[in-house]
């Protein structure tokens, strides 16, 4: 498979390795961007840190709940400047409202559904445009529902740059419901619990951890043992209830769930544009068309 220019772009967006190194870490994986990760990890090129976050669009996340229901939904826009805008913010509000009201189940009907003006989602979307000057778009959102005896741990971090939405199951305390959803926020955790995290998804930290261990020089009869203890390592990293609660280092965050009484049965976190490429303004390249242009 032909490596493009694309591909190690891509790959070094994800990794944060050399450009070079993301060229031949494709070629020798066919072109295949996540066995390239593994391979550059087991190379000890990339750190494996989620790096993909560092690409960004402005916007911000927002969260509303009304008795029993909530929702999380993200909201683009190009700049950071206009998502401080109030017109913009009172638009992400307005949206919110409706979406909790209709219960859309994806982006495509919450665009096609029409709100209390009398204008479908998209319509409304386009007139707050023409008014805000920018590109603007509802990127994602969930729908939640509980029960009175459960709990929503609602959590926006520095103005909504992101997002969480925790369920806490069998307990109504709502604030480490929150402090669990801060949590998140801070420590970004992959999975609930070990349980969730698939055979596939394991064998592949370990067969990554091996290549690591081997390529350290340690000792073939020792890498086993090592890699168990390493794996460890990585549950503690990807897993939410394994992760050492952020408000007490000293306690795991199951623990203190289990103060609660509750139960831990979802959480969802958005970071405003991860996964998004930020536009980048090249002046230079637009001054000289604006000059070939005369």
């Given at each position: 498979m032909a490596v493009t220019a694309q591909m190690v772009k891509e790959l070094r967006a994800k990794t944060g390795a050399g450009m070079m190194d993301c060229k031949k870490a494709l070629v020798e994986t066919d072109g295949n961007?996540?066995?390239?990760?593994?391979?550059l990890r087991e190379k000890g090129l990339s750190s494996a840190a989620k790096k993909a976050d560092r690409i960004a669009a402005e916007g911000t996340t927002y969260i509303l709940t009304e008795g029993n229901e909530a929702i999380l939904l993200e909201v683009n826009a190009e700049t950071d400047f206009v998502a401080k805008n109030e017109g913009f913010q009172t638009l992400v509000r307005e949206l919110a409202e409706h979406l909790l009201a209709t219960k859309p189940e994806t982006v495509e009907e919450a665009n096609a559904s029409t709100m209390s003006n009398g204008l479908n989602v998209a319509d409304h979307i386009s007139n707050a445009i023409a008014k805000i000057g920018e590109k603007i778009t509802l990127r994602r959102f969930v729908i939640r529902t509980k029960t009175d005896n459960d709990s929503f741990g609602p959590y926006l971090h520095m103005g909504g740059r992101i997002g969480v939405l925790v369920m806490l199951e069998?307990?109504?305390?709502?604030?480490?419901?929150?402090?669990?959803a801060m949590h998140v926020a801070a420590l970004n955790p992959q999975f609930i619990s070990r349980d969730e995290v698939s055979e596939e998804e394991v064998d592949r930290e370990r067969k990554v951890l091996t290549e690591q261990a081997l390529n350290e020089g340690k000792p073939e009869n020792i890498v086993a043992k090592m890699v168990e203890g390493r794996l460890g390592k990585y549950f503690e990293?990807?897993?939410?209830?394994?992760?050492?609660?952020v408000k007490n280092s000293d306690q795991k965050v199951k623990d203190f769930v289990k103060t609660t009484g509750g139960t831990i049965t979802e959480f969802v976190r958005y970071g405003v544009g991860e996964g998004?490429?930020?536009?980048?303004?090249?002046?230079?390249?637009?001054v000289m068309s604006q000059v070939n242009k005369k």
């Open positions: 961007i996540d066995a390239a990760v593994d391979f069998g307990s109504t305390d709502a604030q480490a419901a929150k402090d669990v990293e990807v897993c939410l209830l394994d992760q050492s609660f998004i490429e930020k536009r980048q303004d090249n002046f230079a390249e637009e």
